[in-house]
């Protein structure tokens, strides 16, 4: 059974930092290219970073840029997003995907909520 399951969400302060995990199960993890999306309320799911299958090449949204990073660790079947710098316009759902030719696998999300 394909799981992805995403933990490490919660409330933070603007500038606060926050580390999610997305813990892989049911499939070949090292095949698959990993994403980190969010949906904020009202708007469209988008991207917000990328990671290859082997973690050698790696791409952000503009608006996390210098302030996310994307990792993973093969040996776990675990991606993660560093988060730093928060600001309240990250607050979303986050979502991780694996993807590999045909075989697009998501989780169930974890919230982000930065507040004051």
């Known amino acids: 059974q394909v799981q992805l399951v995403e933990s490490g969400g919660g409330l933070v302060q603007p500038g606060g930092s926050l580390r999610l995990s997305c813990a892989a199960s049911?499939?070949?993890?090292?095949?698959?290219?990993m994403r980190w999306y969010r949906q904020a309320p009202g708007k469209e799911r988008e991207l917000v970073a990328f990671?290859?299958?082997?973690?050698?090449?790696?791409s952000y949204a503009d608006s996390v840029k210098g302030r996310f990073t994307i990792s993973r660790d093969n040996a776990k079947n675990t991606v993660y997003l560093q988060m730093n710098s928060l600001k309240p316009e990250d607050t979303a759902v986050y979502y991780c995907?694996?993807?590999?030719?045909?075989?697009?696998?998501w989780g169930q999300g974890t919230q982000v909520t930065v507040s004051s």
């Open positions: 049911g499939f070949t993890f090292s095949n698959y290219a």
């Open positions: 995907n694996a993807r590999w030719r045909t075989r697009d696998y």
């Open positions: 990671i290859t299958s082997a973690g050698g090449s790696t």
